[in-house]
């Protein structure tokens, strides 16, 4: 089976350390999403790329966060530097566009002490 | 690996038709499982469903589990136009969510 693979799975890390998370999308997926995921229910959308280029990154607070697609198998969120508050499942999913299903990576764990 | 499996992958439907979308799931671990409705930005919370046979309702829409067969359907009576988005479901093991593809809904006026 196709899969979205996120690493680390679980990363503890002390406040104010340069915290990176990376995907690999599904091979031929042009999308890419970064969620994160903080209470019981919600995700939050951080950025999303259509072709390896930033569509929207409105989510994500840009003075501490940076997503990128260097290429095509492998996106990275960063965060630097990182806080308590950023503690949470940051999630990835690649799709075929809009109207298509995405699949999501298993998350990597992030906790700030 | 655990796996949460979504059917149908699409369905186009008419304005006023009811749909049902399932969702099956593999028992490891399980705590709760979560429908979630996304259109264009991040996906919106629906339902969290944990106890078998006790139906979950919102409007038009409304979600039950199985926790006998591993499965949860999400229905939704009356559709309308504003119905169309995927739909995910996720299973939550406490502390990690695994999310299926989703079904992909079109409702045609």
């Known amino acids: 089976d196709a899969r979205v693979t996120q690493t680390p799975r679980d990363k503890v890390t002390e406040m104010g350390q340069e915290v990176t998370m990376r995907c690999q999308p599904i091979?031929?997926?042009?999308?890419v999403f970064w969620y994160r995921q903080t209470m019981m229910q919600g995700l939050e959308l951080l950025a999303y790329?259509?072709?390896?280029?930033?569509?929207?990154d409105s989510g994500m607070p840009k003075d501490r966060f940076s997503a990128e697609m260097p290429d095509a198998t492998l996106a990275t969120l960063k965060i630097q530097p990182s806080e308590p508050r950023d503690s949470a499942v940051y999630f990835c999913?690649?799709?075929?566009?809009?109207?298509?299903?995405?699949?999501f990576g298993s998350g990597t764990r992030l906790t700030v002490v | 690996e655990d796996k949460v499996v979504q059917s149908p992958l699409s369905l186009v439907v008419h304005e006023g038709d009811t749909v049902t979308l399932n969702c099956s799931y593999e028992?490891?671990?399980?705590?709760?499982l979560l429908w979630y409705k996304q259109e264009k930005k991040a996906p919106t919370f629906l339902f969290m469903l944990?106890?078998?046979?006790i139906e979950k309702k919102s409007g038009r829409l409304s979600s039950i589990l199985d926790k006998k067969e591993l499965f949860s359907i999400l229905n939704i009576t009356a559709t309308q136009t504003g119905d169309s988005a995927i739909y995910l479901c996720?299973?939550?093991?406490?502390?990690?969510?695994?999310f299926g593809t989703g079904t992909s809904l079109t409702v045609i006026p």
């Open positions: 999913a690649s799709g075929f566009g809009w109207s298509y299903g995405y699949t």
């Open positions: 091979l031929g997926h042009n999308t």
């Open positions: 790329f259509r072709n390896r280029a930033p569509l929207d």
């Open positions: 028992v490891t671990n399980f705590r709760s």
């Open positions: 944990t106890s078998s046979g």
């Open positions: 996720a299973k939550n093991t406490g502390n990690q969510f695994y």
